[in-house]
């Protein structure tokens, strides 16, 4: 395992149809749980609108802070896809058209079809590493540690997986998640005194309702699995103590 | 419609599980679209961490640039829910047990079920407004311009609707959506066109496969009705000259 042991990662979530309520994001799921499953810890996501000066100070305010930044949306044929031209301001580098980008277009369009709008997702920052677009070709791209991705959740995905294999994964999160018939409430104070013996872990809980029936559930994250699972072992100990129901063990998992 | 014709809002979305992919938030769409309802835009979302540093950070940043932010998550009674303390730091004021939010939980609560744990969810910044919580009695609460809701989809929906009337809400915005068969690509050109005959209006447009057909969702929004449906007709005078198949109008609506 190469690099710094904590490697984290930003989200840029662009588009006005977001904002509105229009559309709900889905793309922001698939990242979260993907990155984690490569080491990457997502620690902030930004939704902005279609709007220059909110993208590049996004991406500029994101990019000096994690080790990786990702975008999603903006970088379609019409006038509100500005992604591109906003990523070249961000890095005070010229916008071109990619002949590799081009060319890639010429495989999957007709020559009547490769029109003027089509031709403006070929447009990149100058010096960019492409990133394939399995689906409908125009492709995304890389410029340092930004990647630049489609916002249509399969070509996005498509795009992320093409990376993947060249993000430099920190430690991995392992996380075990315990659910349980026991209200926040109640087992707060005995999960706080488990959070303070256990510093190198992460422990959270989110309430729920099932069968009518108040319950939370409670995530153990950390890097090793034998401390994760001392610390879980505590915990259903606490549990059994309070009288509470254990409806689900996901036992330690990547 | 008294106040400035534009009034902006941002969304603090606070959680560690949002961000690892483990629960998708459902929050923003509700959000973004009930504050477009109540003649507030949405302009800016961030997610973060359950991280001091990373709360108290965006709020300063959002709350000094919009009108209003509004904040969801980390009010519950665990030790990972840090929003009131942080937003106590964000805006220099000490943390206090609020003897109105103590008195409204027990009403809800026996003395038994009323544990230390439950009375943190009564501490908050000093001199802020409570938000009534019809669904489990723990308020939120307001500081100047800034509104912090809990993260749990009912409880915050209640929240934002007792606090709906206060809103300084601008010029309503109106949207008109027209879905065609006809692509992204082939439209592009003319609908730029289009746009820039008509600068006081946002024309967006969203790709989607129905029916295995590509088409193009086509969104003007504005903030009058005879613009947008002057726009519209152009709009659809293009999507015939191109040959392409209308297959939904809603009209001008808010």
Redesign the interface.
């Known amino acids: 395992m190469a690099g710094a042991p904590i490697v984290t990662a930003a989200v840029v979530i662009i588009g006005?149809?977001?904002?509105?309520?229009?559309?709900?994001?889905?793309n922001?799921?698939?990242?979260?749980?993907?990155?984690?499953e490569e080491g990457v810890?997502?620690?902030?996501?930004?939704?902005?609108?279609?709007d220059e000066a909110?993208i590049v100070e996004a991406i500029n305010a994101l990019r000096s802070r994690f080790d990786y930044v990702f975008t999603t949306g903006g970088i379609?044929?019409?006038?509100?896809d500005i992604t591109a031209a906003s990523v070249a301001v961000a890095f005070g580098l010229p916008l071109i058209f990619n002949e590799e980008a081009v060319a890639r277009m010429r495989e999957h369009?007709s020559a009547g079809?490769l029109?003027?709008?089509?031709l403006?997702m070929a447009r990149t920052p100058e010096g960019v590493a492409l990133i394939d677009n399995p689906v409908s070709k125009a492709p995304g791209f890389r410029v340092e540690n930004v990647y630049v991705f489609a916002g249509?959740p399969r070509i996005m995905q498509a795009m992320f997986e093409n990376v993947a294999g060249e993000l430099a994964g920190g430690t991995p999160?392992i996380?075990r998640t315990v659910s349980v018939f026991v209200t926040?409430?109640?087992?707060?104070?005995g999960?706080?005194a488990l959070?303070e013996r256990h510093g190198d872990l992460?422990?959270?809980?989110?309430?729920f309702v099932r069968d009518q029936k108040l319950g939370t559930s409670l995530?153990i994250?950390g890097t090793d699995a034998g401390r994760i699972d001392t610390a879980a072992d505590a915990l259903l100990g606490l549990i059994f103590e309070l009288g509470g129901e254990v409806i689900e063990d996901s036992g330690a998992a990547r």
């Not at 029109?115 to 089509?118: M, V």
């Not at 926040?184 to 104070?189: D, I, R, S, Y």
């Not at 992460?202 to 309430?207: R, T």
């Open positions: 006005n149809e977001i904002l509105s309520g229009r559309t709900a994001d889905v922001l799921t698939f990242l979260g749980r993907r990155l984690n810890r997502l620690r902030e996501v930004r939704v902005v609108a279609d909110a379609g044929p019409t006038h509100d369009y079809q029109n003027e709008a089509r403006r249509v999160t996380t926040e409430g109640e087992v707060a104070e999960l706080s959070q992460e422990i959270g809980s989110y309430p995530v994250r």
